[in-house]
C-alpha cells in the first residue's frame, strides 16, 4: 500500500484480516489535519461500520440539514440520509491502527519514491534508500503523485481548509457557499468550532492571497453571500494560516490504455477525483480501497478491477461534476430553485451517494 489516507488504510486492513502479508507505506509520522470539508455520508459510514470503526464512537458530530446561500439567496432542507463532520486527523488515525491491528506492517514517516515493475514484481525503494519487493502495489498517495505513475492531469483548482472559531455556534448544517471564483463549504467541527473549506477555480486572480492569508480567505467567502458574511463575522481561525493544496483536478478519472501497469491497482484521488463538497470523496476512497483489497484476494487483474470501480463511482461523479457546474455557473438560480423546491436539492444529494447497500462486514 503506498499511501495511508482512508484509501490505503482500508485496503490494508481489508486485506490484512484476510491472511494476507501486507505493508503499508505513509510519509507521515503522525496524525495531521488535512484538506477536507470532512463531510461523511451513509456510504462512509457504512463503510466505516463495516470495519468496526462507527463514526459516532470516533466522536463524529451529526449534520442533518444542508444549505445553499448565494447573494440574498438561500435555501435550507433536510438531508435525505444520515451524514457526519469528523476531523480528518481522527477518521485516518483510526483506519491507520486499525490497520497496523489487524496485522498490517504500517511504516510512517517514510515515503516511496519509487516503484517499479521488475522480473514480473513491484519493486518500491523508500525515501531512506530501503527496497521492497512485492507482486502488487495499491497506490494510494491521494493528492501527491508518484513519480513514474503520475496521473495525466489538467491545470487543477486550489483547496483550502481554515478550522474557524465562530460568534455563534452553528447548527447541525452543512453550508455551501458558493463565492466569485469558487465555492466553500462550513459546517460544524467535533470538538468545537466549525470548518471552512473552500475549492477556488485555478486561475483566479490573487487566489495566492487566500491561500496565505485566513482573513482575506474569509473575506472572498463572506462577498459571495449575506448568509456567510452574517455567519463568518467575527469568526477567527483555530490554527495560523490556511491549510493549501494545489492542483486538484476536478472530475479527473483514471483510465487505463494500453500501458496498463500489471499488478498496479489505482484507488482514492489516484482513480478518481471528484468535486469537493458536492460529492464524498472519503466515501469513494474507502469503497475503493475495499474493492481493491477484493480484486487482489480474487486475482483479478487491475485493468478488470479499475473498469468496475469506474461503474461503481460513474454515478456520484456525474452528479457530483453537474452541482459543483452549477454551483459555478449559476449559483442564485441553484438556490432560489433548492428554496422553491427543497426536493429537487434531497434528490440531487442522494444522487452523489454509492450506489448500493453498504458493504458487509470483514
Ligand atoms: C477542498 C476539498 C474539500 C473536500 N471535502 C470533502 C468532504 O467534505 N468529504 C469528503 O468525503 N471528501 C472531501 N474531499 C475529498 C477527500 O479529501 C479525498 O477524496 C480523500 O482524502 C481521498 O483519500 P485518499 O486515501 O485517496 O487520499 P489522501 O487522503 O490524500 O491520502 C493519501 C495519503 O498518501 C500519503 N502519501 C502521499 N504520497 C506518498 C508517498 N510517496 N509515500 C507514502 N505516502 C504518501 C499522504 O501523506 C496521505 O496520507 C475534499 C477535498 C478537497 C480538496
Known amino acids: 500500500m503506498i499511501g495511508g489516507g482512508p484509501a490505503g488504510a482500508v485496503a490494508a486492513i481489508r486485506l490484512a484480516r484476510a491472511g494476507a502479508r501486507v505493508l503499508l507505506v505513509e510519509r507521515e509520522a503522525a496524525p495531521r489535519e488535512k484538506v477536507c470539508g470532512e463531510f461523511l455520508g451513509p456510504d462512509a459510514a457504512g463503510i466505516m461500520a463495516s470495519l468496526g470503526l462507527p ?13 445553499l446561500a448565494s447573494g440574498r439567496h ?34 510512517r514517516g517514510r515515503a516511496v519514491a519509487a516503484a517499479a515493475r521488475e522480473a514480473g514484481c513491484w519493486s518500491v525503494r523508500l525515501s531512506d534508500g530501503t527496497v521492497l519487493r512485492a507482486p502488487a502495489v495499491v497506490l494510494a498517495t491521494g493528492k501527491h503523485e508518484l513519480r ?53 477555480h485555478p486561475g483566479l486572480s490573487g487566489a495566492g492571497a487566500e491561500a496565505r492569508d485566513g482573513a ?48 498496479l491497482y489505482r484507488v482514492g484521488d489516484q482513480f478518481a477525483v471528484v468535486p469537493s463538497l458536492a460529492g464524498d470523496g472519503i466515501a469513494m476512497a474507502l ?26 463511482l460513474d454515478r456520484p461523479m456525474r ?21 422553491a423546491v427543497p426536493a429537487v436539492a434531497r434528490l440531487a444529494a442522494a444522487r452523489t451517494r454509492l450506489p448500493g447497500p453498504a458493504p458487509r462486514a470483514a
Open 216 to 263: 482575506a480567505l474569509l473575506a472572498r467567502v463572506s462577498a459571495g453571500s449575506a448568509l456567510a458574511a452574517a455567519l463568518l463575522r467575527g469568526a477567527g481561525p483555530l490554527a495560523g494560516r490556511p491549510l493549501a493544496v494545489a492542483g486538484i483536478p476536478y472530475g479527473f478519472r483514471h483510465r487505463d490504455g494500453a500501458e496498463a501497469e500489471p499488478g
Open 148 to 200: 513514474g505513475h503520475a496521473r495525466r492531469v489538467p491545470r487543477g483548482s486550489v483547496g483550502l481548509k481554515l478550522p474557524l472559531r465562530l460568534s455563534a455556534p452553528l447548527d447541525a448544517a452543512v453550508l455551501l457557499l458558493p463565492f466569485a471564483g469558487g465555492y466553500a463549504g462550513l459546517q460544524p467541527r467535533a470538538g468545537g468550532g466549525a470548518n471552512l473549506c473552500a475549492a477556488i
Open 287 to 312: 469503497a475503493g480501497g475495499a474493492a481493491a483489497a477484493e480484486a487482489i484476494l480474487a486475482g483479478q487483474d487491475p485493468r478488470a478491477f479499475h473498469l468496475g470501480l469506474e461503474r461503481q
Open 74 to 107: 438561500d435555501a435550507a432542507w433536510a438531508l435525505p440520509f444520515p451524514a457526519w463532520s469528523l476531523p480528518r486527523a481522527v477518521l485516518d488515525e483510526a483506519l491507520l491502527l486499525a490497520a497496523a491491528d489487524a496485522g498490517a506492517t504500517v511504516l
Open 55 to 67: 463514526l459516532p464512537a470516533l466522536g463524529a458530530v451529526p449534520i442533518r440539514e444542508g444549505r
Open 319 to 339: 452528479w457530483a461534476g453537474l452541482i459543483a457546474g452549477l454551483m459555478g455557473a449559476a449559483p442564485g438560480a441553484l438556490a432560489r430553485i433548492a428554496r
